[in-house]
């Protein structure tokens, strides 16, 4: 009896590493060191995963112009590749995926109280950011900015001098996307007393072990790095704000970052997209559509779009983060946000991991 005593606490004791959910056992939470070289992985065959649709998937990814593409369960590594001539210490641009780490930092900065999403634009950047009325002005908070309810008009460009930020309707009341989520950059940089770049590296960028910088583009600031990286933020939005043992943004932040901010375009919070509403609105349209975001992804899944098809998907109830980087994947449609691409990538997705 003590001999099988001592084999069961030895048994219990290689799973430390682990815990029971509903007589499961399942791996905790790793988080890759900030040595850019090492990083856990994990085979698909220990998942239960359809091996013989991993050639399929990769297939339809080299179609489609991806450079790069990745999936993270419990943060390990069960899927790596690269394409079409990139390669794991090449760079690529986040685009509009890029407006989900403006968020997280903007939430960092009212933890730190240096700014309060309540409070209106122009108490950062000062009167005449815009030149809309100044009663009209005054109505915009940062929220409106992080939510695309500036009521600032999305047809006038994606300028943001202020003769091109233009009244159309009450700040609240109308949901555009619009290039005006710069500004929330230029708040974030007044409201810490240095370049929005500086104070992104020192409270995120080197916080989770990222690599990549911000770069001026044509008409906005754009964030570029490996996928690493890229996947690095997406463990950290899975893991609601937390890496390791630091809580990097406070939970209730990121959950309201992740949740319908409001009632116009109810798959959109702070810069994320949200999957599973019961209804949307796309860039550059007033119509709203009935239906979930992505039919074939799960519902509780939020995600950061960019330009060209740049992907963030984070899926709690998977514990998986997947990423894509690349070129457009219909050049000859191209896109702000959402694209067909991503309902046939989950088609191949859940082809693989069901």
């Known amino acids: 009896m003590t001999k099988l005593l001592f084999i069961f606490l030895g048994i219990i004791s290689c799973q430390s590493e682990k815990t029971f959910e509903n007589n499961i056992i399942t791996e905790e939470m790793y988080f890759p060191p900030n040595s850019l070289g090492?990083?856990?992985?994990?085979?698909?065959?220990?998942?239960?995963?359809?091996?013989?649709?991993?050639?399929?998937?990769?297939?339809?990814?080299?179609?489609?112009?991806?450079?790069?593409?990745?999936?993270?369960?419990?943060?390990?590594?069960?899927?790596?590749?690269?394409?079409?001539?990139?390669?794991?210490?090449?760079?690529?641009?986040?685009?509009?995926?890029?407006?989900?780490?403006?968020?997280?930092?903007t939430g960092i900065a009212q933890q730190?109280?240096?700014?309060?999403?309540?409070?209106?634009?122009?108490?950062?950047?000062g009167i005449g950011w815009t030149i809309t009325p100044i009663e009209k002005e005054n109505l915009i908070t940062c929220k409106h900015l992080l939510t695309m309810t500036s009521g600032i008009d999305d047809e006038q460009g994606e300028k943001t001098s202020p003769s091109d930020l233009i009244y159309k309707s009450d700040a609240g009341n109308r949901w555009a996307y619009h290039n005006i989520f710069q500004k929330q950059m230029d708040v974030i940089a007044n409201a810490s007393n240095s370049s929005f770049e500086d104070y992104y590296n020192l409270k995120l960028k080197n916080k989770i072990g990222m690599d990549g910088s911000w770069y001026l583009g044509p008409i906005y600031r754009i964030y570029y790095s490996t996928t690493r990286s890229m996947a690095r933020f997406g463990l950290l939005a899975l893991n609601k704000g937390k890496w390791n043992n630091e809580q990097i943004i406070n939970e209730t932040f990121f959950n309201e970052s992740t949740s319908s901010s409001q009632n116009i375009n109810q798959a959109y919070g702070y810069f994320w997209w949200l999957n599973g509403k019961t209804s949307f609105m796309l860039p550059n349209s007033q119509n709203v559509f009935t239906g979930t975001l992505i039919p074939n992804a799960p519902s509780d899944m939020y995600a950061a779009m960019g330009a060209s098809d740049q992907r963030i998907y984070v899926i709690p109830s998977k514990k998986m983060v997947i990423i894509r980087m690349g070129e457009p994947s219909n050049p000859k449609n191209p896109n702000f946000a959402l694209s067909d691409f991503d309902n046939t990538l989950w088609q191949k997705i859940n082809a693989l991991i069901n």
């Open 38 to 105: 090492t990083w856990e992985t994990k085979n698909r065959s220990d998942l239960n995963w359809n091996s013989a649709a991993f050639e399929t998937l990769k297939i339809y990814l080299k179609e489609t112009n991806t450079k790069s593409f990745m999936i993270l369960v419990n943060g390990r590594i069960v899927v790596e590749e690269y394409l079409n001539g990139h390669s794991v210490s090449q760079i690529w641009q986040w685009n509009s995926a890029g407006k989900t780490l403006i968020s997280t930092l």
């Open 112 to 125: 730190e109280g240096i700014l309060n999403i309540n409070d209106k634009v122009s108490k950062y950047l």
